[in-house]
């Protein structure tokens, strides 16, 4: 196993972030050195063979070694800013072999994107199981305290590979177990329901949610004609999309996000016995999602924000942390419970019906080494199973055990992409699978057949003594060839009403917002009015206040409201949560209560949390005294990079506090607080935010025209006393209490 980073040897470095292991010197180094070795946080693919065995080799085997820069094939070069050309102003020689290899590889550097899930980020953790899963499943990653290196891939759906991290979409969470009975991929997403029944229907729910063909805009999100078009025809998806245009589709971050496997799975423990599951992941800091406003300012002032979050947070020792969880139903012929259909994936089972049993514990607690080579070259596929876990009839779950690895072969080149590094179980391979290109592994023997006895029989089959998978013998139905789904699969609004009515008011304000926010982003009317029947069928009041907003009439519903008894577990509010990880930002200048600036940046840091201080220049604050090192000035910094503002005082105006210089600053300002500072304050008030100060920081509060006693203010004693309120609110996410709702 590679050596994972602690969360000791993470904690050294306070302030994530730098690009390289060591600080670089001013001057480009000319003294030939060896490759410098990754950061502390970084790990790479275990160094097991293409064929799943262990190599004990040390991962700087496979990374670029030697001092000096080579071809491909290890020639030393003397020179890689010129062409060979026949004399200084002469044309280039065509025998120039390292401009041919040079230009040509990198000619052929991209691979295909994923058509879906092309943005992502990921990272390597350990999977420990608690035991709790030997009723239900046999296996043998699941067993009390057994370790299982995973990588975990965080994704949005919709949007390229350059599209930003914050948009309105649903986001992928795929995990790979590399167990020792073989590699099991559990591809979910933080939403768990789809909006289809039916896998032939995938490319319809694809090609209407991506850009407009003919322009290729808008990317990364729904809010456009097409989508809405389809979602309010095929009105399966009206569940998906209710969850997607609530907080669940603007998650606060990867670490803050549920995962769910989506499909009923058939587990099998070691006396044969079935039982059907959905799974969880439940995230150890809560679910918590942005607001609309800011994640709309973060997508422009940086959008890598999610993924920059993560690496952030695994480098500073905040290791995230999800529980892995079951919902367990008797396997019966009918595959249904309490009157839910099991098999259709547009349905969930309320936990308040079905507890989520704990079963394991993931930490990710290191980061990549090579995006493309482990992020981007992963490759997921629901049918990489292990004995004890098996696939049921869910129609959508078909279509999906065909796609992915059709879809693979397209995208990494060949059948062989299970040999690349990041892709490679931990578990012997012995397939009989040969050739190919991107063939990697050197097999030996002349008889990749069976039977054969050349080779000595080998490879031989395995029993149920011996590990081997062997899919449950469930009974088939007899029945004729149909194109059909079953009575059930025609519910299509019972469960949005269930969402709805488990959503707390600032939640359902949202939920209204967003629609309204979509639809008036359609052109034709017709798709909105559409929608709006579709909404009658979930709600009166939300039909109502989007048709409001749409300026158009609340049409009635076509069908029975159900009258459902609301799932708290649906909502994300109304608890209390760890902060780790979270970021502080501390407003601060030269003429600042600077002890009180070091106080307030240690009791962030005990606190679990990451302070950043923000000042007008960049450099350190008091340079004579014990320095303190700015990392973000007034030009640079905005609200929505910081959970929790720290002022310490009022900060006079910033030497570049003028328009023409900054535009954020306005007309120039000769007196008072610096205006970006008033700015980043009262965006921070807006979207709910904790802010906190010290020293005459109270006047900077009521120039902002924000009371001293509201929700989430703390603005009285020392600089620790103040950080001590604020963590306790930052519990909640976000004081909500701030905004009265009006539904």
């Not at 044969?272 to 150890?284: C, I, N, T, Y």
Request: include cysteine.
């Amino acid at each position: 196993m590679t050596k994972q980073q602690t969360s000791e040897d993470a904690a050294k470095n306070e302030l994530p972030g730098r690009p390289g292991p060591l600080p670089p010197p001013v001057s480009e180094p000319t003294e030939p050195t060896d490759p410098l070795p990754p950061k502390p946080d970084q790990d790479g693919p275990e160094t097991v063979s293409p064929t799943g065995q262990a190599t004990d080799a040390d991962q700087a085997r496979v990374a670029q070694s030697g001092a000096y820069l080579t071809t491909a094939q290890g020639t030393r070069l003397p020179d890689t800013d010129h062409s060979l050309k026949a004399g200084a102003r002469g044309p280039v020689l065509l025998q120039d072999h390292h401009l041919r290899e040079k230009i040509t590889h990198f000619d052929h550097e991209r691979i295909p994107e994923r058509v879906v899930h092309a943005r992502g980020a990921a990272a390597h953790g350990i999977f420990q199981g608690y035991g709790a899963a030997g009723e239900v499943c046999k296996a043998a990653f699941l067993a009390k305290d057994v370790e299982t290196p995973v990588f975990v891939r965080f994704s949005t759906v919709l949007g390229s590979r350059g599209s930003a991290d914050t948009v309105r979409d649903t986001r992928g969470f795929a995990t790979k177990f590399y167990t020792e009975e073989g590699t099991f991929d559990l591809v979910g997403n933080n939403i768990p329901v789809f909006f289809i029944q039916d896998a032939l229907k995938f490319p319809d729910v694809i090609h209407a949610g991506k850009p407009h063909p003919d322009r290729e805009i808008p990317q990364a999100q729904s809010a456009h004609d097409t989508f809405w078009d389809f979602v309010s025809l095929h009105t399966e998806a009206t569940h998906h999309t209710l969850w997607n245009m609530s907080d669940r589709g603007i998650p606060r971050s990867f670490r803050m996000m549920e995962g769910f496997g989506v499909h009923t799975f058939r587990l099998v423990n070691a006396v044969d016995e079935s039982a059907l599951v959905k799974f969880h992941w439940k995230p150890k800091l809560g679910v918590h999602s942005l607001v609309w406003e800011e994640a709309q300012m973060i997508s422009g002032m940086d959008p890598d924000f999610h993924r920059r979050d993560l690496f952030d947070a695994i480098e500073s020792g905040a290791f995230p942390q999800w529980e892995l969880g079951i919902q367990v139903f008797p396997d019966t012929p009918e595959q249904t419970f309490e009157g839910i259909d099991l098999l259709d994936p547009t349905k969930i089972v309320p936990e308040e019906r079905s507890p989520v049993q704990p079963i394991g514990l993931l930490t990710l607690n290191a980061n990549t080494k090579n995006y493309f080579a482990e992020t981007e070259q992963v490759a997921f596929h629901p049918g990489h199973l292990v004995p004890g876990i098996d696939v049921t009839d869910d129609p959508l779950l078909a279509g999906r055990l065909f796609s992915y690895l059709d879809t693979q072969i397209s995208r990494l080149g060949g059948p062989n992409f299970g040999q690349i590094p990041i892709n490679r179980p931990h578990a012997p391979v012995n397939d009989m699978l040969r050739d190919g290109m991107h063939q990697s592994a050197v097999h030996t023997g002349v008889a990749p057949y069976r039977p054969n006895s050349l080779d000595g029989g080998c490879p031989f089959l395995a029993g149920s003594d011996a590990a081997a998978y062997i899919e449950t013998p469930v009974k088939v139905p007899e029945a004729g060839k149909v194109r059909e789904a079953p009575a059930s699969f025609s519910d299509h609004f019972s469960q949005p009403r269930l969402f709805w009515l488990s959503m707390t008011p600032p939640e359902r304000e949202h939920i209204i917002a967003a629609y309204t926010f979509e639809l008036n982003k359609c052109y034709e009317q017709a798709v909105k009015e559409r929608t709006l029947k579709v909404l009658a069928n979930i709600d009166p009041q939300l039909c109502e206040q989007v048709a409001a907003g749409l300026g158009l009439p609340a049409p009635a519903a076509t069908v029975p409201l159900v009258t459902s008894e609301p799932s708290p577990a649906l909502s994300q509010m109304g608890g209390t949560w760890p902060t780790d990880g979270r970021v502080i930002g501390i407003i601060a200048d030269p003429s600042s209560d600077l002890d009180g600036v070091r106080t307030a940046r240690q009791a962030v840091l005990d606190a679990g949390m990451v302070p950043l201080v923000v000042a007008p220049a960049g450099g350190t604050l008091d340079p004579k005294g014990e320095p303190i090192a700015v990392q973000r000035t007034f030009a640079t910094a905005r609200s929505v990079e910081f959970d929790a503002l720290l002022l310490a005082g009022v900060p006079e105006p910033g030497a570049d506090a003028y328009g023409a210089r900054d535009s954020k600053a306005g007309a120039p300002v000769l007196e008072g607080p610096d205006p970006r500072i008033l700015l980043m304050i009262t965006e921070a008030y807006r979207h709910g935010k904790s802010i906190g100060g010290w020293s005459d920081a109270t006047q900077l509060l009521e120039t902002a025209g924000i009371g001293l006693d509201e929700p989430g203010i703390a603005a009285d004693g020392s600089s620790a006393a103040v950080v001590e309120t604020l963590t306790r609110a930052l519990g909640e996410h976000r004081a909500w209490d701030r905004f009265p709702a009006a539904l």
